[in-house]
């Protein structure tokens, strides 16, 4: 994977900058991120080959950090999910200064409703993207970063 100096390959500029942001200030975000739980994904893109750094907000369980793969509710998944579920041995955490390897693991059924429950009673703006998934059909995936061995 790429280092904290590398480019973050993602097209999108405000992300982009929040990941600039993320890795300049150990971690800490400011603006509409200020309260929230961010980590940065690296997953290395299934077609490409190429690493790609996301934002994304999480939820601590334990020892893992779970995410959500809602895409703001749109009827697809990100690419990183599928980048992710593609290589799932091959994805690194940054979280807060902190940066390590890990593994993308899917959530099995009995734990993504609590999951969902806990993290749209932490942030209630996921309750929106839930439900704009599920309208469009899509059941949101939720996944575990586990820290590789």
């Given at each position: 994977?790429?280092?904290?100096?590398?480019?973050?390959?993602?097209?999108?500029?405000?992300?982009?900058?929040?990941?600039?942001?993320?890795?300049?200030?150990?971690?800490?975000?400011?603006?509409?991120?200020?309260?929230?739980?961010?980590?940065?994904?690296?997953?290395?893109?299934?077609?490409?080959?190429?690493?790609?750094?996301?934002?994304?907000?999480?939820?601590?369980?334990?020892?893992?950090?779970?995410?959500?793969?809602?895409?703001?509710?749109?009827?697809?998944?990100?690419?990183?999910?599928?980048?992710?579920?593609?290589?799932?041995?091959?994805?690194?955490?940054?979280?807060?200064?902190?940066?390590?390897?890990?593994?993308?693991?899917?959530?099995?059924?009995?734990?993504?409703?609590?999951?969902?429950?806990?993290?749209?009673?932490?942030d209630p703006a996921f309750a929106a993207f839930r439900e704009r998934a599920l309208e469009a059909g899509r059941?949101?995936?939720?996944?575990?970063?586990?820290?590789?061995?």
């Amino acid at each position: 994977m790429s280092s904290n100096t590398d480019p973050a390959n993602n097209s999108n500029p405000f992300n982009l900058r929040v990941i600039e942001e993320f890795r300049s200030n150990g971690g800490r975000v400011g603006g509409q991120f200020a309260d929230v739980k961010l980590l940065l994904l690296t997953t290395r893109g299934a077609r490409s080959g190429l690493p790609r750094t996301t934002p994304l907000v999480h939820l601590p369980d334990g020892e893992r950090l779970v995410v959500f793969a809602s895409n703001g509710g749109a009827p697809t998944a990100p690419a990183w999910f599928r980048n992710a579920m593609a290589a799932p041995g091959d994805v690194t955490v940054e979280v807060g200064e902190e940066r390590y390897a890990a593994r993308a693991r899917l959530v099995d059924k009995a734990e993504h409703d609590e999951l969902w429950a806990r993290q749209i009673a932490a942030d209630p703006a996921f309750a929106a993207f839930r439900e704009r998934a599920l309208e469009a059909g899509r059941v949101t995936p939720v996944v575990a970063l586990e820290r590789a061995a």
